[in-house]
């Protein structure tokens, strides 16, 4: 085996080549690190719910709750991060180790789509990155952006202005490169409808009609991180989670769902839109705001936005 070779494939040589701020690096890293802990709670865990006892008789957190304090922790032991918001918190949160000027804002997702756990279905852990102590800024301020998915294979895929990048968990605990520059064709073939047909707004049913004509094929596991990653290493596609009659601003997050998602897809050549605007344009003054969903490759994004002006 080339050991050269072999080292110069893992995450934190890749930042380091890519030439990425260090304490911007020590993020991601950290984050990759974290997920490695997520990954082994996932997959070694009882499968018990909060609020109950383990074996040894202590309160059990759920799996979205344990994802949630590893990841924290792990992004204040970098002493780059200023502030962080999660979707398990309430509230921006402050951190006090922070010891140099030049410090980061992280939003994250500990684990997106947990209930599909249960189900033994693939779940993920989004963040987003923005330079400075302020965690709600619009998506276009980001400064870099990830994702882990925990699937068959556990991959976390990264971008911080210079292509999207994926990286493969190895059996000795290392992410190893397995893709770089990944880009997305002008069009794809599959498409991921979220929400209740039932409850489609009109413009929203004639696009979904539109992609089931042109022959699109259905790919939704329910999971956004899945859904998304199919649709980015497939080269094409759109997922989609519109607003609809009981739901007018759709269910998808800004902060830590969509933004850091918008950011990749577009890096890598694709589109986000609400249906009116990018995703990475609208502000973002909430923890809890909401956005209706066009994600994807650029020709379906568009063709999406045709029915709404
Ligand atoms: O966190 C939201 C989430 O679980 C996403 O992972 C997923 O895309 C979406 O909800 C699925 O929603 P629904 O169950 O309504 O299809
Ligand atoms: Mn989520």
């Given at each position: 085996m080339n050991i050269k070779k072999h080292v110069k494939r893992g995450l934190w040589n890749h930042l380091m080549k890519s030439g990425v701020e260090m304490g911007l690096a020590s993020i991601i890293y950290e984050v990759g690190v974290a997920s490695k802990y997520v990954n082994h709670a996932m997959r070694t865990g009882d499968l018990g719910m909060a609020g109950t006892s383990n074996l040894y008789g202590e309160d059990q957190l759920a799996l979205d709750v344990m994802a949630d304090e590893i990841i924290k922790d792990r992004l204040d032991h970098?002493?780059?991060?200023?502030r962080i918001i999660s979707e398990e918190q309430s509230e921006i949160v402050i951190f006090e180790?922070?010891?140099?000027?030049g410090g980061y804002s992280v939003c994250y997702d500990?684990?997106?789509?947990?209930?599909l756990v249960d189900v033994n279905l693939s779940v993920g852990t989004i963040v987003a990155i923005y330079a400075?102590?302020?965690?709600?800024?619009?998506?276009?301020?980001?400064v870099g952006a990830m994702y882990v998915l925990y699937g068959p294979r556990t991959t976390l895929v990264y971008g911080t202005g210079n292509g999207v990048h994926e990286f493969t968990l190895n059996s000795l605990g290392e992410y190893v490169?397995?893709?770089?520059y990944i880009t997305l064709k002008a069009r794809g073939k599959i498409f991921s409808p979220g929400g209740v047909r039932r409850d489609y707004l009109p413009e929203h049913e004639k696009i979904v009609q539109k992609l089931e004509q042109d022959g699109y094929k259905l790919r939704y596991s329910g999971g956004f991180v899945p859904d998304i990653n199919q649709i980015l290493l497939k080269g094409g596609g759109l997922f989609m989670y519109p607003a609809t009659?009981?739901?007018?601003?759709?269910?998808?997050?800004?902060?830590?769902?969509?933004n850091p998602m918008a950011y990749l897809i577009e890096l890598a050549g694709g589109a986000a839109s609400d249906g009116r605007r990018p995703i990475l344009d609208l502000d973002c003054y909430d923890l809890d705001q909401r956005s209706p969903v066009y994600i994807g490759s650029r020709e379906e994004v568009e063709l999406a936005t045709q029915y709404f002006t």
């Open positions: 970098t002493g780059r991060v200023s180790r922070l010891n140099r000027t500990p684990l997106d789509g947990s209930s400075g102590d302020d965690p709600l800024q619009s998506g276009r301020h980001q490169l397995t893709r770089e009659t009981t739901a007018k601003h759709g269910k998808l997050r800004l902060p830590f769902e969509l």
